[in-house]
């Protein structure tokens, strides 16, 4: 089964919309963190925001939010007023405390291909 | 400029050879990570270091080796048993000791063509 599900594989939106880029997680672990990338056309990852399993509040960083939902193992990505440079992959990943098998690496999802239409 | 450099940016190999993939970082992060991405796929972990002359596979090791010398550096060989090695390879680096918290820093990727 996979750990990190993104639904959307591709997405259009107007510029200056809000986007809403969906993830489900699934672990058994009680302490977790989640990682939302962006990957431009150029490849490099670029890191946006973390929410912690045992933070109460939503993570926000600028224009990105996470609409965390622990009982339904959501993590879902908000952009606020988006932007033309916003087009790019984003990727949701996520580091368990334990069920990771002692790896310290982070397992991806998919990706979610966004392009902002002006 | 703190960071992560890969290099080369483009390599291209012929079936049976090994290659060498270089990855330096100047952020003193005792961890550093190589990842591989097919197209249209998520980042997979190949093998991570968390301390200098120790290493330990991830999900995909199969095929590849790698060296952790200096903690600078996390050189990834992809030697000819990896099967299938055209692909985007990623590393990158990060603090350890922070629990779940595990933000990496990226390098800007190399592109692996097998010919």
């Known amino acids: 089964a996979q750990k990190i599900t993104q639904t959307q594989p591709g997405m259009f939106v107007q510029e200056k919309e809000a986007v809403t880029l969906d993830c489900t997680y699934d672990?058994?672990?009680?302490?977790?963190?989640l990682f939302w990338y962006k990957q431009p056309s150029s490849g490099e990852m670029i890191f946006l925001i973390y929410q912690g399993s045992y933070d109460e509040q939503n993570a926000t960083e600028g224009r990105y939010s996470l609409n965390f939902q622990k009982a339904r193992k959501s993590a879902n990505l908000v952009i606020s007023a988006s932007q033309l440079g916003d087009s790019a992959m984003y990727f949701c990943?996520?580091?368990?405390?334990?069920?990771?098998?002692?790896?310290?690496?982070?397992?991806f999802g998919k990706g979610t291909h966004l392009i902002i239409q002006p | 400029d703190g960071g992560i450099t890969q290099s080369p940016k483009y390599l291209f190999r012929k079936e049976g050879q090994n290659v060498t993939l270089s990855c330096e970082q100047n952020l003193n992060h005792d961890a550093m990570y190589w990842y591989r991405q097919d197209p249209g796929q998520g980042l997979r972990l190949i093998y991570y270091s968390q301390i200098v002359n120790d290493f330990q596979k991830g999900d995909i090791a199969e095929g590849y080796s790698v060296s952790r010398e200096k903690k600078e550096s996390f050189p990834l060989t992809v030697t000819s048993a990896q099967k299938n090695p055209t692909a985007f390879y990623l590393c990158a680096s990060s603090i350890v000791g922070r629990g779940v918290y595990n933000e990496q820093f990226f390098g800007p990727g190399t592109r692996l063509t097998v010919l």
């Open positions: 672990t058994s672990d009680q302490s977790y963190g």
């Open positions: 990943a996520m580091r368990e405390e334990y069920s990771g098998g002692g790896a310290d690496g982070l397992t």
